[in-house]
Structures are given as structure tokens and as C-alpha cells.
């Protein structure tokens, strides 16, 4: 299947600075790419839709100035937690899809998550 | 609104004992259902996509299948390996979200050997 990269796999940092998560298809072009948050025991919640070229569309309750996301190239999406603090941390993953997205049949490939602690 | 539901929420096994694992769907039209396999601190790792118009999808000892009508689809993993521990989870696209992925809770998988 297609590979989705994302680095870094954990990250601790200090309450108050920022940190950048990279999420990278490797073998396939993505326009589109999708940010989850992920709390102990439960599924995955969708933060975010990573647009290539264009402004993300985040889910109710997301703030888009805490979690900014870049989507610069058609293989690389970037979610940056701003002026982290301890409530941010957790696992967050990414996904990338291939198939026909306005359709709706589409088969998703997710990244390996990054622990974020915030301390 | 999709809803998705998975039962059990856990289960044990021992080592060699067939595997049952249940996906409801409250919307049935969807295009297709995928499958994920989630190690702890891990990400999703896609077992089998069913597309719509499938009855089953099969890799190796994994047998998916979808009956859409109902609203269910089932995963069966054959001569179950403690190395089958892990989380799986069920995810359809939702059109009335815009086509997004909506996950069902998962189930939590021990095989003791």
C-alpha cells in the first residue's frame, strides 16, 4: 500500500513554545491530507483538512490559530501547535488518501503519530 | 449523521482461536469500508478496503465482509497469533460529512499464548 510519512514520532517541549509535525506521502501525490488527535483509549477525532494550496478547513471546536497547518506542496502537510501547553498533549495523526476524494471511494493511509508532551 | 459502532469494545483470546470482530453502520450509503490495525503509540496500518459493491474482501488470514444493506461488516482473522494483539477499527466515508472518514470506537484485541 502507499506509504505516509511523519516526523517526529515523539516530541516533548516546553509549555509556551511551538512545535511542527511534518506528514509526508512518500510514493503518491496528495491534495489532500487530514489531521486527527488521538486521546488514551478512544478512536481518533478529526481536527482538521489539509487543502494543497489553500486554507485548511478545521472541525468545530479546532482553534486555527492553535494548530496552524501548511499544505505548501502536493506531498507534504504541516501541523504546527502554537504556545503549546500541557491540554495539547497527545498523539495526533495524519492521513493522506488515494482515490477519487468528490466520490467519496477513496482508500486512506495514516502516518506513524507523534506523542506530543507539553511540560 | 454516520455513526459507526464496534463490538466488543475488547476481547481475549487464546493463541489459535478464530477471531470475530463486528462494525455496524447507521448510514448505508457509503462507497466503501476500511479496515486498520493500531499497535499502542502507533499509527493506523490498513488491513482490506471493501468497496461497496463487495460482499468480501480477503488477505491471508484476514476475511472482511460487508453486508451494506444491514449496515454491518465483520472481520474475521483465522488462527489467531498473539502478534494479532492490537486495536482494529472500521472507518466509512460519510457523505454527509463531506466524504471524511467517521471511526467506529475499536476493539481491543489480546491473543495469550
Known amino acids: 500500500g502507499a506509504v505516509v510519512s511523519q516526523h517526529p514520532s515523539r516530541v516533548i517541549c516546553k509549555s509556551g513554545t511551538s512545535v511542527k509535525i511534518e506528514c509526508r506521502s512518500l510514493?503518491?501525490?496528495?491534495?489532500?491530507m487530514f489531521w486527527y488527535r488521538q486521546f488514551p483509549k478512544q478512536s481518533l477525532m478529526l481536527m482538521a483538512t489539509?487543502?494543497?494550496?489553500?486554507?485548511?478547513?478545521?472541525e468545530q471546536g479546532v482553534e486555527k490559530d492553535k494548530f496552524l497547518i501548511n499544505h505548501a506542496s502536493l506531498t507534504l502537510s504541516t501541523l504546527t501547535v502554537t504556545s503549546a501547553h500541557p491540554e495539547d498533549s497527545s498523539f495526533y495523526i495524519c492521513?493522506?488518501?488515494?482515490?477519487?476524494?468528490?466520490?467519496?471511494?477513496?482508500?486512506?493511509?495514516f502516518g506513524q503519530g507523534t506523542r506530543l508532551t507539553v511540560v | 449523521k454516520q455513526e459507526v459502532t464496534q463490538i466488543p469494545a475488547a476481547l481475549s483470546v487464546p493463541e489459535g482461536e478464530n477471531l470475530v470482530l463486528n462494525c455496524s453502520f447507521t448510514d448505508s450509503a457509503i462507497y466503501n469500508l476500511q479496515w486498520f490495525r493500531q499497535d499502542p503509540g502507533k499509527g493506523l496500518t490498513s488491513l482490506l478496503l471493501?468497496?461497496?459493491?463487495?460482499r468480501e474482501q480477503t488477505s491471508g488470514r484476514l476475511n472482511a465482509s460487508l453486508d451494506k444493506s444491514s449496515g454491518r461488516s465483520t472481520l474475521y482473522i483465522a488462527a489467531s497469533q498473539p502478534g494479532d494483539s492490537a486495536t482494529y477499527l472500521c472507518?466509512?466515508?460519510?457523505?454527509?460529512?463531506?466524504?471524511?472518514?467517521?471511526f467506529g470506537g475499536g476493539t481491543r484485541v489480546l491473543v495469550k499464548p
Open positions: 471493501i468497496q461497496s459493491s463487495q
Open positions: 472507518a466509512v466515508p460519510s457523505s454527509a460529512a463531506g466524504n471524511k472518514l467517521t
Open positions: 492521513s493522506a488518501e488515494i482515490g477519487q476524494p468528490i466520490s467519496g471511494n477513496t482508500e486512506a493511509f
Open positions: 489539509s487543502n494543497e494550496g489553500s486554507k485548511a478547513t478545521y
Open positions: 510514493d503518491f501525490q496528495a491534495t489532500t
